[in-house]
């Protein structure tokens, strides 16, 4: 293994958030699923508050076998990680207040880590 190699694959699990996937939860029912999926006015919903992913109309089997929006959530976990829950919220909503969400640069991270 050359020099590039090792650094690419250190790259690459910090960005997909699995290096301690074990501290990861998933919450179905969630009441902040469900006022996430009026506002954005889907059905199903996934979002991510610190290490846990609230789930909305969509039960854990279901969205575990949903490989692309399974990265997807773990890139926001690993953003979580990276800039702390409190300061990830506040650059979030800033992001999206700016952008709307599509353009919002963690969603645009997130959407890119899908088919990693
Ligand atoms: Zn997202």
Redesign the pocket.
């Known amino acids: 293994m050359g020099r590039d190699e090792i650094k690419e694959s250190g790259v690459k699990s910090r960005e997909s958030g699995l290096k301690r996937p074990e501290q990861v939860s998933i919450k179905e029912y969630s009441w902040i699923a469900r006022i996430a999926a009026k506002k954005l006015k889907s059905s199903t919903v996934a979002i991510?508050i610190g290490n846990t992913i609230h789930l909305h109309n969509t039960t854990k089997s279901d969205f575990l076998l949903n490989e692309r929006w399974v990265k997807?959530?773990l890139?926001?976990i690993a953003q979580y990680k990276q800039y702390g829950t409190f300061n990830f919220i506040i650059m979030y909503l800033w992001e999206t207040l700016k952008k709307g969400y599509y353009k919002n640069k963690?969603?645009e991270a997130?959407?890119r880590a899908e088919i990693l």
Do not use: M
């Open positions: 991510v997807h959530e890139c926001h963690f969603e997130a959407r």
